[in-house]
Nanobody, 124 residues
Framework: VQLQASGGGSVQAGGSLRLSCAASGRTSSIYAIGWFRQAPGKAREFLAT??????????ADSVKGRFLISISRGNAENVVYLHMNSLRPEDTATYYC????????????????WGQGTQVTVSS
């Protein structure tokens, strides 16, 4: 499985962005895809996960109510989105998507096949 994150950019506080995580390769083996972020000097932080069926979603308390994870699956493409609203300067970070491997959804050690990251910058 290969994952490619995109959609980052610069936005003012209060604005919105939609990140995309395109999955390719052996996608039939995917159980769930998660989004994480990492700000300079900080640990990687779990944000949200969605099962490949789209039935279940899981969120970090820090983004619940502001971020929404969704999935679009079809013959042409398989994409997991992270819709980010009411953005704050503290949301500035590099955002990554990854495939769930095993264990808890909330820890980055449970994931592999990390995408390359996309930068989000929120100005006040």
């Amino acid at each position: 499985v290969q994952l490619q994150a995109s959609g980052g950019g610069s936005v003012q506080a209060g604005g919105s962005l939609r990140l995309s995580c395109a999955a390719s390769g052996r996608t039939s083996s995917i159980y769930a895809i998660g989004w994480f972020r990492q700000a300079p000097g900080k640990a990687r932080e779990f944000l949200a996960t969605i099962t490949w069926t789209g039935i279940s979603t899981f969120y970090a308390d820090s983004v619940k109510g502001r971020f929404l994870i969704s999935i679009s699956r079809g013959n042409a493409e398989n994409v997991v989105y992270l819709h980010m609203n009411s953005l704050r300067p503290e949301d500035t970070a590099t955002y990554y998507c990854a495939e769930h491997k095993s264990g808890t959804f909330y820890a980055d050690a449970s994931y592999f096949h990390w995408g390359q990251g996309t930068q989000v910058t929120v100005s006040s």
